[in-house]
C-alpha cells in the first residue's frame, strides 16, 4: 500500500530535550514536506526536500531540522524543543513537479512540549 | 501574510442539502488550487483540483469552481452526506506543473447534520 508513515503518533517532551520525529515513504518520491497546522493558521510549511540532500526552508523554520540521507526518509529533528512547538505535525510527499496532483500525508504527529 | 483564506471556520448543513465552502487568494502566480478533506486523527486526503486555465472542475458530487478575477474558489458538496463532516482545506501552488509547495488555508470545519 503506498503511504507516508510518521513515527510517533503521538508524543509529550520537555522544554529542551532533543527529539526526532520520523517520516518514510514507499512510493519513490523526490519531494517531501513537513507541515504543523496549528488552530485559526492552517497547515504552515516548515522545511522541504526535493531530493536526497537537498532541503530547504519553508515559511516557519525557526527550531526545527531536516535531512535528507535516503529518497524515503525524512526526519524531523527539534534539538531543543519549547511549548510554541506544540503542535500537529505532518510529514507529506510528492512526485517532483507534479504537486498539482496533490501529495500524499502521513497520519499526523501530536507533540506537546512542557 | 495569508495567502489562502477560508473565511468561515466552521460550517452547518442538513443532509441532502448543498454545502458551499469558500476560498480567496492573493497571490496572482497560482495556478493550480486544491480542496483537501481532514478527518480526527488522520491526515488531509486529496479531494479534487483545478487548474487556472479552467473555471469548473467535477468529480461526482464535488465540484470546485475557481473565479479568478475575484481570485476566489468554492467547493460545492452535493448532495451532503454525514460522512462529509470533516475539515476542508483549500490549498493553492504556483509554477510549471504546478510545482510543489501547497499554501494551505486555515481550513472549515463542515459539519452535515441529519
Known amino acids: 500500500e503506498a503511504q507516508v508513515t510518521q513515527n510517533p503518533r503521538y508524543l509529550i517532551t520537555v522544554t529542551g530535550k532533543k527529539l526526532t520525529v520520523t517520516c518514510s515513504q514507499n512510493m519513490n518520491h523526490e519531494y517531501m514536506s513537513w507541515y504543523r497546522q496549528d488552530p485559526g493558521l492552517g497547515l504552515r510549511q516548515i522545511y522541504y526536500?526535493?531530493?536526497?540532500?537537498?532541503?530547504d526552508k519553508g515559511d516557519v523554520p525557526e527550531g526545527y531540522k531536516v535531512s535528507r540521507k535516503e529518497k524515503r526518509n525524512f526526519p524531523l529533528i527539534l534539538e531543543s524543543p519549547s511549548p510554541n512547538q506544540t503542535s500537529l505535525y505532518f510529514c507529506a510527499s510528492s512526485l517532483l513537479g507534479q504537486g498539482a496532483l496533490g501529495y500524499t500525508f502521513g497520519s499526523g504527529t501530536r507533540l506537546t512540549v512542557v | 501574510d495569508q495567502q489562502v483564506k477560508q473565511n468561515s471556520p466552521s460550517l452547518s448543513v442538513q443532509e441532502g442539502r448543498i454545502s458551499i465552502l469558500n476560498c480567496d487568494y492573493t497571490n496572482s502566480m497560482f495556478d493550480y488550487f486544491l480542496w483537501y478533506k481532514k478527518y480526527p486523527a488522520e491526515g488531509p486526503t486529496f479531494l479534487i483540483s483545478i487548474s487556472s486555465i479552467k473555471d469548473k472542475n467535477e468529480d461526482g458530487r464535488f465540484t470546485v469552481f475557481l473565479n479568478k478575477s475575484a481570485k476566489h474558489l468554492s467547493l460545492h458538496i452535493v448532495p451532503s452526506q454525514p460522512g462529509d463532516s470533516a475539515v476542508y482545506f483549500c490549498a493553492a501552488s504556483a509554477g510549471k506543473g504546478g510545482g510543489n509547495k501547497l499554501t494551505f488555508g486555515t481550513g472549515t470545519q463542515l459539519k452535515v447534520e441529519l
Open positions: 526536500s526535493m531530493n536526497v540532500e537537498v532541503t
